[in-house]
């Protein structure tokens, strides 16, 4: 694969994971916010299915794709704005993985809550909290990782 073809498919990539997280947090934080159950109960399903088909593979493909080209160019990673973006990518990444599983959570109360026509627990806008509050600091980290891609030096 030349480089420019990898470069195009981490680009992509990461427009994918970026716009899926963004889109996603927004659509579910709206119908949070609508308090309308079976739109809740929808749309966190929904999410989780996202998270699966485009989050996922993404996650898996834009460091393996950006140490291939940075192997590529030959360029260390020790340079400092692959080390900082990598170090990022982690923060991120250690924020995502309690998302995943507050998301299923949260799914799984808002089908029980819409199965038996009661109101949504206390433990899920617990989780809802702690999934809004983890989602700052993995979106402000992709954001600077996004601004060290465009604004490396090498």
């Known amino acids: 694969m030349t480089y420019l073809t990898l470069k195009y498919l981490h680009i ?16 579910k934080w709206m119908a949070d916010r609508s308090t309308n159950l079976e ?18 593979p993404t996650i898996i493909f834009q ?4 140490i291939w080209m940075a ?7 020790s340079t400092f704005w692959i080390s ?9 990444g250690a924020c995502w993985l309690p998302v995943v599983w507050l998301q299923i959570r949260m799914s799984k109360l808002a089908d029980a809550a819409l199965k038996n026509q009661s109101p949504l ?11 809004f509050w983890l989602g700052v600091p993995a979106f402000a980290s992709m ?12």
């Open 143 to 154: 954001l600077l990782v996004v601004f060290l891609m465009i604004f490396k030096t090498v």
């Open 63 to 66: 460091p393996v794709s950006g």
């Open 84 to 92: 900082t973006s990598l170090a990022l990518y982690l923060l991120a």
């Open 121 to 131: 627990t206390e433990e899920y806008w617990q989780c809802a909290r702690k999934w």
């Open 12 to 27: 992509l990539s990461m427009v994918l994971l970026f716009g899926t997280g963004l889109g996603s947090a927004f659509y």
């Open 39 to 56: 739109h809740i109960a929808i749309t966190n399903r929904n999410v989780v299915l996202a998270d699966w088909l485009f989050t996922t």
């Open 71 to 77: 192997y590529l160019a030959g360029i260390p990673l």
